[in-house]
């Protein structure tokens, strides 16, 4: 632990994490795809780095998360406010939407409403995503705490085409002040941002 840290972070909490999430959120992951982060914030910064343009269009809710807004506006996106319902983010709403290059979600725990996404709204935005070959920002805030019921699967385990950056942290399962966050690359993505990942933390 005192060398240095192969790329993406230490190797043993990153086959943890694979675990964890595999049990915990349906997501389809291989240790090797996982990078660890500061938070949220950070995972936010490296996507809009590696995966947009200045000037490129992200979907973001409306309401958004504010840490997600001020990330994209430094990375100088074109931010398009997408209505929320009671089931998150509506693609289907009349406002008139620029095609994306990126889409922000948070489907489990929408923020701040609180709404939950449901099954058939996850496809529908993933199959925006692949009309056009848009990447989707999975933030999978507070998805550990429900109501009632069991917690719906990621949307990244709903994904066959692997357009979905899955990202999280525990900062609310264990302590606010713990600045951990991690990212769930897509095989086609992940050496990239692995690339990134590593420029930003040597």
């Not at 996106?77 to 319902?85: E, F, G, M, N, W």
């Not at 709204?121 to 805030?141: G, K, N, S, V």
């Not at 998805?143 to 994904?159: I, K, N, T, V």
Request: hydrophobic share 40%.
């Amino acid at each position: 632990m005192l060398d240095y840290s192969s790329g993406g972070g230490f190797a043993p909490l990153r086959r943890a994490l694979a675990q964890h999430l595999r049990i915990s959120r349906g997501v389809e992951v291989q240790a090797e795809r996982i990078l660890i982060t500061s938070g949220t914030q950070q995972s936010l910064a490296l996507c809009a780095s590696v995966l947009a343009d200045a000037g490129d269009t992200i979907w973001m809710e409306d309401p958004a998360y504010w840490g997600a807004t001020k990330v994209m506006q430094a990375a100088q996106l074109h931010i398009q406010a997408v209505a929320t319902d009671v089931l998150g983010m509506n693609p289907h709403t009349k406002q008139k939407l620029k095609p994306p290059r990126l889409i922000y979600l948070t489907p489990s725990h929408q923020y701040p409403t609180g709404a939950v996404m449901g099954l058939e709204r996850r496809q529908t935005l993933l199959d925006c995503a692949q009309q056009h070959q848009a990447w989707i920002l999975e933030d999978d805030y507070d998805s550990e705490y429900r109501f009632s019921g069991a917690p719906l699967s990621s949307l990244q385990g709903m994904d066959t085409q692997q357009r979905v950056i899955y990202m999280g942290t525990f900062s609310k399962t264990l302590y606010p002040g713990l600045k951990f966050g991690y990212l769930v690359a897509p095989p086609a993505l992940a050496q990239a941002l692995q690339m990134a990942h590593h420029d930003l933390n040597r």
